[in-house]
């Protein structure tokens, strides 16, 4: 990997989840997986300072704190992102996952597909809204912002407004 693509990447990811109740078991697997898949690969530029970064993740009723540290521990920047936009796509998108979490256990591979593409559509809604919501602050690429979307979704999960 050459000096730029290192700078402009994640390195670790850290979710608050303090006082948060305990995820359900597909809640816990989509977060090991985004956790996973986006420390192997993503694009992630913090406009003001180069990286590589820590990323750390904190919800509550309202926001999504993004706090990013460099690969010394050290603040780069810290800024809260309103939830307002993203609500409605979080809400639909737990339906959606109960729905097709439940499809795996009795519906034919057919239903368990179509659920599966309005799953998969509100997902990259999601992480579309994500990706404008933090730009100007934030350079990331569409699998980096799926992924976040991914976990924003399991922070929100256990937080209620």
């Known amino acids: 990997m050459d000096t730029r693509q290192e700078q402009h990447r994640i390195i670790e ?3 608050d989840q303090q ?3 305990r995820l359900s078991a597909e809640a816990e ?3 090991s997986i985004a ?6 690969e993503n694009h992630f530029h913090l406009l003001t300072a180069d990286g590589p970064y820590i990323l750390c993740l904190r919800s509550d009723a309202r926001h ?6 460099d690969n010394a521990n050290q603040p780069l920047a810290s800024f809260l992102l309103a939830m307002g936009p993203l609500r409605r796509v979080i809400r639909d998108y737990q339906m959606i996952c109960e729905s097709y979490y439940e499809a ?3 519906k034919s591979p057919s239903q368990i597909q179509a659920i599966d593409m309005g799953r998969r559509a509100l997902h990259d809604e999601g992480s579309q809204i994500l990706r404008q919501r933090l730009e100007g602050k934030v350079d990331i690429d569409h699998g980096t912002s799926r992924r976040l979307f991914s976990l924003v979704f399991v922070l929100k999960q256990g937080v209620r407004p």
Do not use: A, K, V, W
Not at 35 to 40: C, K, N
Not at 64 to 69: A, D, Y
């Open 104 to 106: 795996i256990r009795t």
């Open 29 to 31: 697997h989509e977060r």
């Open 19 to 21: 006082n948060q109740p």
């Open 13 to 15: 990811i850290q979710l």
């Open 64 to 69: 999504i704190n993004f706090e990013i540290r």
């Open 35 to 40: 956790i996973f898949d986006l420390i192997e």
